[in-house]
């Protein structure tokens, strides 16, 4: 008997979601960098692929700390 593991239900792996154009066009703004100077992640990321990203898609990770709640990270979806 084989079992899938849910790889987004796992408590080490964050939450990982796209961000809609208008608020990727904000995040850039206000960090006043463009879409090239995010921090990179692969297509075939198996959290990107969960989400059905695509190349030039802004994802948010949001990660859970005991010192500071959440924090945010952004990475620019690209080929690998």
């Known amino acids: 008997m084989t079992r ?3 790889i987004s239900k796992h408590k080490l792996v964050p939450q990982h979601e796209i961000l809609s154009e208008e608020e990727a066009m904000v995040l ?5 960098i463009s879409r ?5 992640t692969y297509k075939n990321d198996p959290m990107v692929k969960k989400i059905k990203a695509t190349v030039g898609d802004i994802i ?3 990660r859970k ?3 500071a709640g959440e924090s945010y990270y952004y990475r620019v ?3 690998p």
């Open 60 to 62: 948010r990770i949001t």
């Open 36 to 40: 090239g100077q995010l921090p990179k």
């Open 77 to 79: 979806v690209i080929e």
């Open 65 to 67: 700390s005991n010192t």
């Open 4 to 6: 899938k593991l849910e």
């Open 28 to 32: 850039l703004d206000k960090l006043n």
